[in-house]
């Protein structure tokens, strides 16, 4: 973990990258999927076409919402989508977003269009049981959707890693609704220019309440170790 936190530091300071969030992002997504056991990875309900679940709140950090919005640069069609779902989902408690059931703008056809590129919450957040699944998020009952311990723990592991890799970078490690924040790292073409040069594009957007302690104590492990050689 030290030797991933520190690259994800390097990929996030790097003067000569396009865009160092998304291959800082897309390093600590592609650490989630090969990290979950494929054994695991057997015990899921989940396949191509199942959104249920996708009409949740998503949260994520800045650079995943760069990452995100790298995507739909050229689609302006889903940018507009996104900034439209924004408006109305950006004040919402997690609780008022299920039981509005407003689905993903990004969906098409049921299918999530940015998949290689999606947040490390909708990564992580997987089931056993797909009726569990329906139950939740079409007939409106309180959620009880069985995860497997090893998806939970590698999900926790990579959201730490990221937010003490953006604190070790001197950045933000601010977390936001996912449309509001994906719709201000589209609000400019050098936004993420900006954002890593010091400006809060998201200023104006309601944080998610901070790590619990038991994470918060791990993160701070993570960086007191890493810090000296970087």
Same mark, same amino acid.
């Given at each position: 973990?030290?030797?991933?936190?520190?690259?994800?530091?390097?990929?996030?300071?790097?003067?000569?990258?396009?865009?160092?969030?998304?291959?800082?992002?897309?390093?600590?997504?592609?650490?989630?999927?090969?990290?979950?056991?494929?054994?695991?990875?057997?015990?899921?309900?989940?396949?191509?076409?199942?959104?249920?679940?996708?009409?949740?709140?998503?949260?994520?950090?800045?650079?995943? #919402?760069?990452?995100? $919005?790298?995507?739909?640069?050229?689609?302006? @069609?889903?940018?507009? =989508? /996104? !900034? %439209?779902?924004?408006?109305?989902?950006?004040?919402?408690?997690?609780?008022?977003?299920?039981?509005?059931?407003?689905?993903?703008?990004?969906?098409?056809?049921?299918?999530?269009?940015?998949?290689?590129?999606?947040?490390?919450?909708?990564?992580?957040?997987?089931?056993?049981?797909?009726?569990?699944?329906?139950?939740?998020?079409?007939?409106?009952?309180?959620?009880?959707?069985?995860?497997?311990?090893?998806?939970?723990?590698?999900?926790?592991?990579?959201?730490?890693?990221?937010?003490? #890799?953006?604190?070790? $970078?001197?950045?933000?490690?601010?977390?936001? @609704?996912?449309?509001? =924040? /994906? !719709? %201000?790292?589209?609000?400019?073409?050098?936004?993420?220019?900006?954002?890593?040069?010091?400006?809060?594009?998201?200023?104006?957007?309601?944080?998610?309440?901070?790590?619990?302690?038991?994470?918060?104590?791990?993160?701070?492990?993570?960086?007191?170790?890493?810090?000296?050689?970087?």
């Amino acid at each position: 973990m030290a030797a991933h936190l520190r690259h994800l530091v390097q990929l996030l300071r790097s003067p000569t990258s396009k865009s160092p969030s998304s291959e800082a992002v897309a390093h600590i997504g592609a650490l989630h999927d090969r990290t979950v056991p494929k054994q695991t990875e057997k015990m899921l309900a989940c396949r191509k076409g199942c959104s249920h679940c996708c009409s949740q709140m998503v949260v994520v950090t800045a650079p995943e #919402a760069f990452y995100v $919005a790298a995507q739909l640069r050229k689609r302006p @069609e889903t940018a507009g =989508a /996104v !900034a %439209a779902i924004a408006r109305e989902t950006g004040r919402l408690t997690l609780e008022e977003r299920l039981g509005r059931n407003i689905f993903c703008p990004l969906l098409s056809d049921a299918i999530c269009s940015i998949y290689a590129a999606r947040p490390l919450g909708c990564r992580g957040f997987v089931s056993t049981n797909l009726e569990a699944c329906i139950a939740a998020f079409t007939r409106g009952e309180t959620p009880n959707i069985p995860m497997p311990n090893d998806s939970i723990s590698v999900l926790y592991a990579c959201r730490m890693l990221l937010l003490a #890799a953006l604190r070790l $970078a001197g950045l933000k490690d601010g977390v936001y @609704e996912m449309n509001s =924040a /994906v !719709a %201000a790292a589209l609000s400019a073409p050098d936004a993420e220019a900006q954002w890593l040069a010091g400006k809060d594009l998201f200023s104006g957007l309601q944080e998610t309440p901070p790590p619990p302690p038991q994470f918060e104590a791990s993160i701070r492990q993570m960086m007191a170790y890493v810090a000296p050689t970087i």
